[in-house]
């Protein structure tokens, strides 16, 4: 009776798991120029300047980027430097050349200082040096971000504390350990120590 009660409860909280990640898998919300999609493991917030150029947060788990998606050809694993603008911070990121999917992204750290220049409701631009020894310079609209970005990362919080109490009891057994078997073997005679 027990066992069936509480396979009940385990099987009632996997069917809630499930209903609530498929209520947030897939879902696109719009916060002004920024997007944030959200499908389960895999979350994004971005915005677009045009068809072949974007910038956003990508999160996979827990773990969060910033990338810029261009049109330029950079081989992956190359770093480049950048400078970044807003009306909030200007500084030099680092960058790194990924290709994800056919697709080649420029990964910007440190991801604080990219978090900070989104919180005003303005716009951010990218300045980044070429082999030519020109500048590719792209603006972005961070009318939306704050609340976007927001989101995302109040989703990926979520998932770690869904996570955290599901662990304990579903996905890790209960550890049983077998009593040993008492020793019916007759006893073979030892010697005595004789002081």
């Given at each position: 009776m027990k066992r069936a009660i509480r396979l009940n409860y385990i099987f009632g909280l996997i069917a809630l798991v499930a209903l609530h990640n498929l209520a947030i898998a897939g879902d696109k919300i719009s916060y002004q120029n920024w997007?944030?999609?959200?499908?389960?493991?895999?979350?994004?917030?971005y915005t677009i300047?045009?068809?072949?150029t974007s910038f956003g947060v990508f999160c996979s788990g827990e773990q969060c980027l910033f990338y810029l998606h261009q049109g330029l050809n950079c081989t992956p694993g190359s770093k480049y430097s950048v400078l970044m603008n807003s009306s909030l911070v200007s500084t030099a990121l680092g960058m790194e050349c990924t290709?994800?999917?056919?697709?080649t992204f420029q990964i910007l750290t440190p991801f604080d200082a990219v978090l900070n220049a989104t919180q005003s409701?303005?716009?951010?631009?990218?300045?980044?040096?070429?082999?030519?020894?020109a500048f590719a310079v792209t603006r972005f609209s961070l009318e939306g971000a704050k609340p976007a970005i927001s989101r995302?990362?109040?989703?990926?919080?979520?998932?770690k504390r869904r996570?955290?109490?599901?662990?304990?009891?579903?996905?890790?057994?209960?550890?049983?350990?077998?009593?040993?078997?008492?020793?019916?073997?007759p006893k073979s005679p030892s010697k005595e120590l004789s002081i």
């Open positions: 997007w944030v999609e959200l499908s389960g493991r895999n979350n994004e917030a300047a045009d068809p072949k290709n994800i999917g056919g697709n409701d303005d716009s951010i631009g990218f300045a980044v040096a070429l082999q030519s020894g995302l990362l109040t989703e990926v919080a979520n998932s996570d955290e109490k599901l662990t304990p009891q579903l996905l890790i057994p209960p550890v049983v350990t077998p009593k040993p078997a008492p020793n019916l073997a």
